[in-house]
């Protein structure tokens, strides 16, 4: 036995994305005094600007965009509780097929040797118990979350570290109900595009398939008020129109898929520190 805390390490892709997938796990293992350690990767520079301005558009500026949106990042992971926010400050890419992709600095066209080595550095320091990602299409296909998927991989391989290691996902039993939910808040939806709805189709996993369920019921409200914080991006967040009674209701619960393990720990299990503590 050692002094060390159990740690968690969450490698997420641009601000705001720690509190979507993993707001609820961030606050819940901060209050058992589990240590947690939020690493973001890019800067968020291809996020709106003030006045809700897009990227892309005049007076779009992602230097500015991304001052702002590291004081929101600091003020979601005052909420969460995060024992240690890292910073390695790529620049943000956009969307998969914009110009930002191959812009110098941007970080899907980092080579993943050197993020790899970046994270692998952090991970020695904190030598994670327990290493959250995305899966190998960053959930929905953007290319800093599969990026940031390659370079957490890659950096567990460099370390020789053997955490647990998961993915996060969503039960496709959930997939639809929020498509009638979006419509329910006054989404102005076109009509889906085939290609759209199959590519969709495909996102998350079949409910068997997920191997850990985490009950995050008690800590929904300081998940609401993590994504609250990244108020510049409010428009594109969909679920702080749902209110924060009814968001609890349907986001009380963070689903994962288990990629690597050491403790034989049984699943499904609601804990990712199963077998560890």
């Given at each position: 036995m050692t002094d060390r805390p159990l740690t968690l390490m969450a490698v997420h892709a641009h601000p705001d994305d720690e509190a979507t997938g993993t707001g609820g796990v961030l606050a819940r293992y901060a209050a058992e005094g589990i240590r947690t350690v939020l690493?973001?990767?890019?800067?968020?520079?291809?996020?709106?600007?003030?006045?809700?301005?897009?990227?892309?558009?005049?007076?779009?500026?992602?230097?500015?965009?991304?001052?702002?949106r590291r004081r929101e990042l600091e003020a979601s992971c005052e909420v969460l509780k995060v024992s240690d926010l890292e910073t390695l400050d790529y620049a943000d890419s956009g969307m998969m097929g914009w110009p930002a992709n191959d812009a110098p600095g941007s970080f899907w066209g980092t080579p993943v040797e050197e993020g790899a080595a970046r994270l692998a550095e952090l991970m020695l320091h904190y030598r994670p118990d327990v290493v959250v990602t995305y899966d190998e299409n960053g959930f929905y296909g953007h290319p800093d979350h599969i990026q940031a998927n390659r370079i957490t991989m890659a950096a567990l391989e460099l370390t020789g570290l053997t955490p647990k290691v998961y993915w996060t996902t969503a039960p496709r039993s959930m997939m639809q109900r929020f498509g009638e939910m979006m419509r329910e808040f006054g989404e102005d939806l076109p009509e889906p595009d085939p290609e759209e709805t199959a590519a969709m189709a495909e996102v998350g996993l079949p409910d068997d398939e997920i191997t850990t369920w985490v009950d995050t019921t008690a800590f929904s409200g300081q998940k609401?008020?993590?994504?609250?914080?990244?108020a510049s991006q409010g428009e594109n967040i969909f679920f702080l129109k749902m209110g924060k009674e009814r968001f609890g209701e349907m986001m009380g619960v963070e689903p994962f898929v288990r990629?690597?393990?050491?403790?034989?720990a049984p699943v499904p299990e609601n804990d990712l520190f199963a077998g560890l503590r």
């Open positions: 690493v973001t990767c890019t800067d968020g520079g291809c996020g709106d600007g003030p006045g809700g301005v897009k990227p892309g558009d005049p007076g779009h500026d992602p230097a500015a965009v991304a001052v702002m609401f008020d993590s994504l609250a914080a990244h990629v690597r393990d050491t403790t034989d």
